[in-house]
Nanobody
Framework: QVQLVESGGGLVQPGGSLRLSCAAS????????MGWYRQAPGNQRELVAS???????NYVESVKGRFTISRDNAKNTMYLQMNNLKPEDTAVYYC????????????WGQGTQVTVSS
């Protein structure tokens, strides 16, 4: 079983930037398409960005042009660069396999809180 640890969240003003990291414990990470998810209070967890094992990226419309997903398979790590952050980006951010491709997910990590507020 792969363990996932998210980090890099924090409090940022609107228009600011953050870079999230997702560290996976197993080398099998490199074989899977991965995704960044977020869950705001009262909302369901949603997939906001995904990246294939070879680096093909996909984004939901609300983050296109602002967020960039990337991965370093040698380090078993995935990133989410978030620019021009908006208050509606406030949520706990998680990483896991791309749910559009796989039925079974790894155990969810604790997530990292992102708060966008002035």
């Amino acid at each position: 079983q792969v363990q996932l640890v998210e980090s890099g969240g924090g409090l940022v003003q609107p228009g600011g930037s953050l870079r999230l990291s997702c560290a996976a414990s197993g080398s099998i990470f490199r074989f899977y398409a991965m995704g960044w998810y977020r869950q705001a209070p009262g909302n369901q967890r949603e997939l906001v960005a995904s990246i294939s094992s070879s680096g093909t990226e996909n984004y939901v419309e609300s983050v296109k042009g602002r967020f960039t997903i990337s991965r370093d398979n040698a380090k078993n790590t995935m990133y989410l660069q978030m620019n021009n952050l908006k208050p509606e980006d406030t949520a706990v951010y998680y990483c896991n396999k791309d749910q559009t491709r796989y039925r079974n997910m790894w155990v969810w990590g604790q997530g990292t809180q992102v708060t966008v507020s002035s």
